[in-house]
């Protein structure tokens, strides 16, 4: 897998856990740990949208950050 952009929306993407540098460059782009990802795509699939979203609504919670409006 390529570099994700960060302005590149992530609608119709596929998150896959099979290979170590996809896991790599997903938890980069999304910010987040191996764990975290795994956790997510467990949680709400393997819908990079759907994943980053949950991550969001996570960090909210945790009070680690701001819940953006558009989640």
Same mark, same amino acid.
């Given at each position: 897998?390529?570099?994700?952009?960060?302005?590149?929306?992530?609608?119709?993407?596929?998150?896959?856990?099979?290979?170590?540098?996809?896991? #790599?460059? +997903?938890?980069?782009?999304? !910010? #987040?740990?191996?764990?975290?990802?795994?956790?997510?795509?467990?949680?709400?699939?393997?819908?990079?949208?759907?994943?980053?979203?949950?991550?969001?609504?996570?960090? +909210?919670?945790? !009070?680690? !950050?701001?819940?953006?409006?558009?989640?």
């Amino acid at each position: 897998m390529h570099e994700i952009p960060d302005n590149k929306p992530l609608k119709g993407q596929r998150i896959t856990l099979d290979d170590e540098q996809d896991v #790599c460059t +997903w938890t980069r782009s999304l !910010g #987040c740990s191996e764990r975290e990802l795994r956790e997510a795509v467990a949680a709400v699939g393997s819908s990079a949208e759907k994943v980053r979203r949950h991550l969001a609504k996570r960090r +909210w919670a945790r !009070g680690l !950050g701001q819940l953006p409006r558009h989640v």
